[in-house]
């Protein structure tokens, strides 16, 4: 049976928003309760650096989203009276304290090992380490920012839209990072980007790898939470359902019957409200239920992200790599397969949780998961590069159609 693997504490971030002369907010997505504060240092120093600018108070507390997604954006703000308002051509360099609610336990971008180039463990154990670049671009320098200039000519603003993961081109995100890094701008309160606009699309909830669904659903059903359920089916590969259920008018029922058609689904009529798990929403088989049930009108629906859970683990991924599964983890062939159609080399206990067309030849099918698991895995590498850039400029969001 499939575990479950512990979750990281920091699931994302930090995440650089908002930034004025009167207020900093920094983003942070975690696995466990706790609260955030937020303390700046004029230039850029080290994690420990004495004589701090400022600091937020009170800590703010995260919102509890699932079992194991808790968020927050923590504000410091400082008074229109202060001495202390932030001034362009200065740079600030920032830290947050996490203190987890039911231990008390306290950590810093430091002791989350997020200031040094290398495997991160994110605030857990050695076994769940990413590949990870110091925040601060140099060991044990706090990531850092600076308002905009003084002259409009000097302004520096980064724009983007349409981050699609499956995609022949690389991610564009990493770029955001090397502009930082040539001649090295991140010293230069001028030359540096001084803030980020992203104009939609931040994901594409409709064309998602079918491959990257099966490791988004399992990761959304940790978020949100799970709960037991019985070992029912030669098919079923995890025993932990989904506390999430979708209300359908139109269900698949699972072909469990040796036949011409083994391991297939069957349209089901009436209303029912079924768990957000891959047996009752298998991953290529989506698009009739949403332009049909839910009226969207993409056509790239095959594995579209349906639950919260969902949702909330492609977001999760596109920002860290921190949950993200390692380059020879990813879900073999052979769950992607009817059982009669698996090569005796391939282990025959891992059933399908899912069914490609059935005239779907098997080295299209083949080639198709080579090429989305290269695509993932190029996409995720440059994600250290990407989450870096994310704490280093101020980011402003919105939503888009694909959102």
Not at 347 to 367: C, M, N, S, V
Request: net charge negative; aromatic share 6%.
């Amino acid at each position: 049976m499939t575990s479950l693997p512990p979750l990281p504490l920091l699931l994302a971030g930090p995440i650089l928003r908002r930034v004025e002369p009167g207020l900093v907010t920094v983003w942070v997505a975690l696995s466990r309760a706790a609260s955030v504060g937020l303390t700046l240092w004029e230039g850029r120093v080290k994690a420990g650096a004495p004589s701090p600018h400022a600091r937020s108070s009170p800590d703010a507390a995260t919102l509890r989203v699932g079992a194991h997604l808790h968020i927050t954006t923590v504000t410091l703000s400082i008074a229109p009276t202060s001495a202390k308002r932030l001034r362009p051509g200065q740079l600030y360099a920032y830290d947050i304290t996490i203190t987890e609610s039911t231990s008390g336990k306290q950590h810093n971008l430091a002791s989350l090992d997020l200031l040094r180039d290398g495997p991160t463990r994110n605030g857990s154990a050695d076994a769940l380490a990413k590949a990870h670049l110091a925040l601060g671009h140099r060991d044990d320098f706090l990531p850092s920012f600076a308002l905009p200039p003084e002259r409009l000519e000097d302004l520096q603003v980064a724009y983007g839209s349409c981050r699609r993961l499956i995609n022949v081109h690389d991610d564009a995100m990493v770029w955001l990072d090397d502009l930082l890094l040539v001649n090295d701008n991140y010293d230069n309160p001028t030359r540096r980007p001084h803030q980020l606009f992203l104009g939609g699309d931040q994901i594409y909830a409709d064309d998602v790898s079918f491959v990257h669904l099966q490791v988004l659903n399992r990761l959304g059903k940790q978020l949100i939470g799970t709960v037991p359920v019985p070992l029912e089916h030669d098919f079923q590969t995890d025993t932990t359902g989904s506390i999430e259920h979708l209300l359908v008018d139109h269900a698949m029922e699972r072909v469990t019957t040796t036949g011409s058609f083994p391991d297939g689904y069957l349209p089901v009529e009436g209303t029912q409200r079924l768990p957000a798990d891959l047996m009752n929403f298998p991953a290529a088989h989506r698009l009739d239920l949403t332009r049909k049930e839910a009226q969207l009108t993409s056509t790239d629906g095959h594995s579209h992200l349906l639950s919260l859970g969902e949702f909330a683990a492609m977001y999760v991924s596109v920002w860290s790599n921190a949950c993200w599964p390692d380059p020879d983890d990813w879900p073999v062939l052979a769950e992607f397969m009817p059982s009669h159609e698996r090569p005796p080399m391939l282990p025959q206990h891992l059933t399908p949780a899912l069914r490609l067309d059935q005239d779907d030849k098997l080295d299209e099918r083949t080639r198709a998961y080579h090429r989305e698991v290269s695509d993932l895995n190029r996409f995720a590498a440059g994600l250290p590069k990407v989450r870096r850039a994310l704490a280093n400029i101020p980011t402003y969001m919105v939503f888009d159609d694909h959102d």
